[in-house]
């Protein structure tokens, strides 16, 4: 008796059919979270979720996390452009990636001077709210795909809007509110050009540099992101987020 010719598929078939489902399902259910996400605000990120499992599991005492959700228009435009000055001049102008910074980083490495990422804000944004911490290929794939839906999905506006409310500013503090009434005890809305670039510079690094008291590194660094700050026309910088 001759085999049914679905019994005589090849196993390999199965399985690559198998892939192409879960392929679809995985595309289809990332658009569409991150399409609600442009309209709901999320209550916290994948970094700060995996830091409240980290403190439980380790049986931290006394843990919070220091964070509060504000739209954009409560956090101080200083702020706002203090982050684009120092983490991503171009992140009105570019579609997720900034290739030239790529470039640059990768011509430092090359020559044994990298200590800097090219990680734009949209970049930073997707890892922020999705992602894990530890580096990999595995983790930039995922962060290049939920970049890209960033981009498509989301303006400029709302990007800037979650990455200013999920950066981490310091140990166990997320957010421009919960960062502004950590270190300076007062609202995002009221933060000073100079508190701001003292904010910004402390982003690369949150869990080794300090806002207060400032370092001489951060100090250093506050100076000269306030020099791009103006260098990039101050607030005036910022009216493409706000057009109608």
């Known amino acids: 008796m001759k085999r049914s010719k679905s019994k005589r598929r090849p196993w390999y078939r199965r399985v690559l059919r198998g892939l192409l489902v879960l392929a679809v399902a995985w595309l289809l259910s990332t658009t569409a979270l991150v ?18 499992v980290e403190a439980r599991l380790r049986g931290e005492t006394g843990f919070q996390l220091h964070q ?16 684009i000055a120092a983490e ?20 430092e490495h090359l020559a044994g001077e990298g200590r800097r990422g090219g990680s734009t804000i949209s970049q ?23 970049t890209g839906l960033l981009e498509l999905l989301w303006p400029k506006e709302r990007i800037l809007e979650v990455y200013l409310n999920f950066a981490q500013f310091g140990r166990d503090i997320y957010g421009a509110e919960g960062a502004a009434r950590a270190w300076f005890g007062k609202s995002a809305a009221g933060l000073s050009a100079e508190e701001a670039a003292r904010l910004a510079s402390v982003l690369p690094a949150p869990n080794r540099y300090r806002v207060q ?7 250093e660094r506050a100076r000269w992101v306030q020099q791009q700050m103006r260098s990039l026309g101050g607030a005036a910088h910022l009216a493409p987020l706000h057009e109608d």
């Open 35 to 52: 399409g609600l996400l442009r309209f709901v605000d999320p209550p916290m990120s994948a970094f700060m979720a995996q830091r409240m």
């Open 68 to 83: 509060q959700w504000q739209p954009l228009a409560s956090i101080s435009p200083h702020l706002q452009l203090a982050v």
């Open 88 to 107: 991503d001049q171009k992140f009105l102008v570019h579609n997720g990636f900034d290739l030239d910074a790529l470039r640059q980083v990768a011509r």
């Open 124 to 146: 930073q944004t997707a890892k922020n709210l999705f992602l894990w911490p530890r580096s990999s290929w595995w983790r930039k794939g995922f962060e290049t795909w939920f």
């Open 213 to 219: 008291p400032p370092s001489a590194h951060v100090s």
